[in-house]
């Protein structure tokens, strides 16, 4: 959010054109080597960040308040995105300063999966369900997910949904600047995944799916991109089962549509998904997708596979073979930025 390359930051740019002020307030549990104050940065000319670090939710919510009731202008609305601790705390200052309050849904956090995860999980699924049912407004990231909100919770308002916004256009006609076949020209077939390294990605799964195709496609290679907690595991995993020389990790990277313009097939094995925005942006480029039943996967034109070794082994295989082109539902994304913008910005008014 504070580095002006990144790309919420570029995100937040779009959005100072269709509010007056923004004030960003950013919760994290430890702080990095660039020591930033408690203080109101400005990013822009009409947007401010404030970075607060503590691992006391308490002393969260003294700088929340802190940080709001300084603010010497008017604020007409919180949003905060998911419903959990940040949500929580978020709503205990709306209540406290007289503010609307909207909550954003990204994670699909009623999935049975979502549960075993974590007993930390199990009690977030509690407090979400607290949360919504006082929210002023509410939007969710698929129809999906409203659908299972709606169901479960009695809430005092409408979901909106509004999906996480994919330049199409841009993705179709983007000229690569990096060539994964050049640089692994040992895989005969490359098969991409990109996400961040955490349970619910069942990275297990994929490993255990290519170690069958393996089986048909002998030279195949799984890059995976990302970073997370769960690292270490997948790297011990790959060297139990011996795939060093088939599996390749690689950290975050800016240029993930040169990946997906530049390999055979993206898959995703994740347990749930509130949305899904790397299986827009990968077929937006071309690139097919293999996916286990999840977000946005059903209506974006990802091939859907049943979550077991066996039948995503299968599917990977019969996508190999065939090579055909990512082709996105453009139905459920057909907005421009100016579009999607107006939208975004539409979703708040319904709090008034």
């Given amino acids: 959010m504070l ?11 779009d959005y100072s054109n269709i ?16 020591n930033y104050e408690k203080k109101w940065v400005p990013i822009y000319d009409n947007i401010f960040v404030f970075p607060i670090y503590s691992r006391s939710h308490l002393l969260s919510l003294f700088w929340l308040l802190k940080s709001i009731w300084g603010l010497k202008k008017k604020v007409d ?30 994670t699909d956090f009623l999935s049975p999966h979502y549960k075993k995860i974590s007993p930390l999980n199990r009690a977030r699924v509690w407090l979400a369900k607290l949360v919504l049912k006082r929210a002023d407004c509410i939007r969710v990231v698929s129809s999906q997910l409203k659908k299972e909100i709606v169901l479960k919770i009695k809430l005092k308002t409408t979901p ?10 841009k993705n179709k006609s983007f000229t690569p600047t990096t060539n994964l076949k050049e640089q692994y020209p040992q895989f005969e077939k490359i098969i991409l995944m990109a996400s961040r390294f955490s349970k619910e990605k ?45 599996v390749v990790l690689l950290g975050w990277t800016n240029d993930l549509v040169s990946y997906y313009k530049t390999t055979d097939l993206f898959l995703v094995t994740s347990d749930y998904e509130g949305f899904g925005m790397t299986i827009v942006e990968a077929l937006a480029s071309g690139l097919p997708v ?40 453009k139905n459920a994304f057909c907005l421009d930025k100016a579009e999607y913008l107006e939208r975004y910005k539409e979703s708040f008014l319904v709090c008034n």
């Fill in 3 to 13: 580095e002006s390359w990144s790309r919420v930051s570029s995100i937040f740019a």
């Fill in 19 to 34: 509010f007056e002020e923004i004030f960003v307030i950013i919760l994290a549990k430890k702080q990095d080597d660039k």
């Fill in 77 to 106: 609305i919180i949003t905060v995105q998911d419903p959990f601790e940040a949500g929580f705390l978020a709503l205990l200052v709306a209540k406290l300063l007289g503010l609307k309050i909207q909550i954003q849904v990204h």
């Fill in 160 to 169: 909106t949904v509004l999906p996480i916004f994919v330049d199409i256009e």
């Fill in 202 to 246: 069942n990275f297990p799964l994929a490993i255990s799916a290519f170690e069958k195709v393996l089986a048909t496609y002998p030279k195949a290679g799984l890059i995976i991109v990302g970073s997370g907690p769960e690292r270490n595991k997948i790297e011990e995993l790959i060297i139990k089962k011996q795939l060093g020389q088939s």
């Fill in 290 to 329: 293999v996916s286990t039943p999840v977000g946005i996967a059903f209506v974006a034109g990802a091939k859907i596979t049943k979550p077991t070794s066996e039948n995503i082994s299968l599917t990977v295989i019969e996508s190999l073979s065939q090579a055909p082109l990512g082709v996105l539902n």
